[in-house]
């Protein structure tokens, strides 16, 4: 891919990214603020509307009590001028209305002190009244008739009512006050509202054309970095195919070269262990000779030829016997390995319970020697993959860890699995030696073994289960505990469709 495209791709979302969350940072801020001043505004049209009714509240109750107050006094003079009973009676209904109207008005208007102080002066007012209007009801109860009659026309109430008028009239001014000052506040507060809703508005459409345009542009730059990248794709898939190609002739060049290599190797290998017999031979009757000359002339036999023949040549054949037969068998490695890259890999149903059991019965021997056992816990699952290459990584496993169990010390096996999605998790875990953590990775080359080298082996078990897993689509590994044990991991497909060079 070109730097310039690679930058551009990197940092364009990037840039991208920061506008759109910036542009829809500020959005949902001008929503909440409108949230909020909504909020606010609904509130304080609430508390309006309640000053409002009680505003409307203390006027009708400044009404209440100047209505029975205005009727009281009439019907009190129709009285004194027509004493009928009945007159008398609307003056003690209306009288006792005065108290608890102006009780009413008390509470209503609490947190007032300028009505407080009013309504205090009319509690004293009426009362007065009260007490002069009860005098002059007396007097016509009394039969003073023309008295009750001249007090009536004196109007000695009318001061008294006619402050309570300015009172009641200073009271409904203070209210229409106080509701002028609510309507103000309201509509600042209605113009407040209005303004922020707009400058929320005025945003929003700025965010929403911002937002618009960058994933225009977003959409723009993908579609043409999307044109490039399949230009690109479509080059490299060729590149792909094309180098895939070449290491698959690559492998097979070397399978093959390691093939006639090892294949090659093994005749001067047989000439060498053929020369070795002779040699062998030889010096059986180079034995004898020294033996016949030290019994009959051994004044004739140094030292030095007593030792080549007797101890000196042994040992070398030895050292070469044991060299060549160890060559032989890391060559026999190298052919098992170059034909088994070179075999064809036939998938088929496999019973793992079965081919472990298989295992285990060719191993009963070995485990009755070593009084160890080999446990399955649970059935093992069925798949489909390579019965050759799957029933090799398990016998290698579980081979080894029959090999390596720690002397003296019972030895115990277990074979047991789990699936994760469409791969089957093979763990071959035993309570052997272990492994040292450093040597983890490096059990896996060929040739490569670890800890103390009492065992025969040539160090290939392992790479070849490691080859064989990938061939399969599978991976190895192991953890353990130098002393505790070790646990391998063979993890491969559960239906294996597809076979990757080795």
Not at 37 to 50: D, I, K, L, M, V
Not at 98 to 121: C, E, F, M, S, Y
Not at 154 to 170: D, F, K, Q, T
Not at 438 to 448: E, S, V, Y
Request: glycine share 6%; no cysteine; net charge neutral.
């Amino acid at each position: 891919m070109p730097f310039g495209l690679h930058r551009r791709l990197a940092s364009s979302p990037d840039r991208i990214r920061q506008v759109l969350i910036g542009s829809l940072a500020v959005g949902f801020a001008s929503l909440i603020a409108a949230a909020l001043a909504a909020a606010w505004f609904t509130q304080r049209s609430q508390e309006y509307g309640a000053t409002v009714n009680h505003t409307y509240q203390v006027e009708q109750a400044i009404a209440a009590f100047r209505v029975p107050l205005w009727r009281a006094e009439a019907a009190r003079r129709g009285y004194i001028i027509t004493p009928n009973p009945a007159i008398l009676a609307v003056y003690r209904d209306m009288d006792r209305q005065l108290v608890p109207a102006l009780d009413r008005l008390h509470r209503l208007t609490g947190d007032n002190p300028h009505q407080r102080r009013r309504i205090a002066r009319l509690r004293v007012l009426t009362t007065t009244l009260t007490t002069m209007r009860e005098q002059s009801i007396s007097t016509m109860a009394a039969g003073k008739a023309s008295a009750a009659a001249r007090a009536a026309w004196i109007n000695e109430s009318v001061p008294i009512l006619l402050e309570v008028g300015r009172l009641n009239n200073a009271m409904n001014l203070e209210e229409q006050q106080l509701l002028r000052v609510r309507d103000a506040r309201e509509r600042a507060s209605l113009q407040l509202f209005y303004i922020v809703l707009s400058i929320a508005g005025i945003l929003v459409v700025i965010v929403a054309a911002l937002t618009v345009a960058t994933v225009l542009r977003y959409t723009n730059d993908l579609t043409t970095s999307r044109d490039r990248l399949r230009d690109l794709a479509d080059g490299l898939e060729e590149s792909v195919r094309d180098r895939t190609a070449e290491l698959s002739r690559v492998n097979e060049e070397i399978q093959r070269f390691a093939y006639i290599v090892s294949h090659d190797l093994r005749a001067p290998l047989v000439n060498v262990l053929g020369f070795t017999a002779e040699l062998e031979t030889a010096g059986g009757a180079l034995g004898s000779l020294v033996d016949l000359v030290e019994a009959t002339a051994p004044h004739l036999l140094s030292d030095d030829a007593r030792r080549a023949v007797r101890e000196d040549l042994p040992e070398a054949i030895g050292f070469i016997r044991s060299s060549t037969q160890k060559m032989d068998r890391l060559i026999n490695a190298i052919l098992k390995l170059a034909r088994e890259g070179r075999r064809g890999i036939m998938p088929e149903t496999l019973d793992l319970n079965a081919m472990v059991a298989d295992i285990a019965g060719s191993l009963q021997h070995q485990l009755d020697t070593l009084a160890a056992v080999i446990e399955v816990p649970g059935d093992l699952p069925t798949m489909v993959s390579d019965r050759i290459a799957v029933e090799q990584m398990l016998s290698n496993l579980i081979e080894n860890a029959v090999k390596y169990l720690q002397p003296g010390r019972p030895g115990r096996i277990t074979v047991t699995s789990r699936q994760a999605g469409d791969q089957i998790i093979l763990t071959i875990a035993d309570n052997g030696r272990g492994i040292d953590p450093r040597d983890h990775q490096r059990i896996f080359d060929l040739f490569r073994r670890s800890g103390v080298q009492d065992q025969p082996g040539e160090g290939i078990g392992l790479a070849h289960v490691r080859a064989l897993a990938y061939r399969l689509g599978g991976r190895i590994d192991v953890e353990s505990i130098l002393g505790e044990g070790a646990t391998f991991r063979l993890t491969l497909p559960k239906i294996s469709t597809e076979i990757r060079d080795a």
